[in-house]
């Protein structure tokens, strides 16, 4: 089911086809079934969501309160694409960015697994 979803939200957003009822029902998806989605699925639906552009600040808090505790489970691609789409839209939200920040702690110490596009991905960030 979390796999289903967020393969879906990519693949109409890979192929830029807008559905505006799609995204806002999966905006609506209980809190409890983002602590489903593995680390993947997570930072699919929000690159798919920030490459859109459908503005979902309910979804990106509910994907922030389910990714948080698993930071670690993140390849540099998810964790890239995840920062990316978080900071597409720049609103406040629970996926917290400043210096002292898990997410910041997690990229600064596994920087050497950051590939250059990867790199050039977080620097526009």
Do not use: C
Not at 15 to 35: C, D, E, G, T
Not at 70 to 75: I, K, N, Q, V, Y
Not at 117 to 123: M, V, Y
Request: net charge negative; glycine share 2%.
């Amino acid at each position: 089911y979390p796999r289903e979803i967020s393969n879906t939200v990519w693949a109409y957003a890979t192929v830029a086809h807008y559905s505006p009822q799609l995204f806002n029902k999966v905006a609506k998806i209980p809190q409890s079934r983002f602590r489903e989605f593995n680390s993947q699925s997570i930072a699919n639906t929000v690159w798919a969501y920030a490459a859109i552009g459908h503005s979902s600040p309910q979804l990106f808090d509910k994907i922030a309160e389910a990714s948080l505790p698993r930071l670690d489970e993140f390849s540099s691609q998810g964790i890239v694409n995840t920062v990316w789409a978080y900071a597409v839209f720049n609103f406040p939200s629970n996926f917290e960015f400043g210096l002292h920040s898990d997410v910041v702690r997690l990229i600064v110490s596994s920087m050497d697994e950051f590939n250059d596009t990867e790199l050039r991905q977080l620097h526009q960030w």
